[in-house]
């Protein structure tokens, strides 16, 4: 690699940095100067963790083999079950390493 190339590469890091900190502290700044939050600002925020968790859950769907698939399927069922995330990271994990161990090998 040459200078040129670092150099641009250290002010990409600085620049995302910036841009993490800034959209992180706006957040917090745009909610303590409201004293109302809209409704339907409200109701983005209650949908974040459920984006989230389809950002994190989907490609291991999709491109996961057919243990992946039976274990999160399980694991949602025990999602809809228990209010606690613990049961169903449990049920997930526990079921796609025993698949793994005793069906694929």
């Known amino acids: 690699m040459n200078s040129f190339t670092d150099q641009h590469m250290i002010i990409v890091i600085l620049l995302a940095a910036v841009a993490t900190y800034l959209t992180r502290i ?8 409201m004293t109302d939050i809209p409704p339907r600002a409200e109701a983005a925020l209650n949908a974040i963790p ?3 968790l389809t950002t994190l859950v989907a ?3 999709y491109s ?7 274990a999160i399927a399980a694991a949602l069922v ?3 079950r228990f ?3 613990l049961p169903m990271i449990g049920v997930g ?3 796609v390493m025993i698949l793994r161990y005793f069906v694929i090998a």
């Open 26 to 33: 706006a957040g917090y700044v745009l909610l303590s100067v």
């Open 50 to 52: 459920a984006a989230v």
């Open 59 to 61: 490609p291991a769907f």
């Open 64 to 70: 996961g083999g057919w243990e992946a698939k039976i």
């Open 78 to 80: 025990t999602g809809l």
């Open 83 to 85: 209010a606690s995330p």
């Open 93 to 95: 994990w526990s079921l």
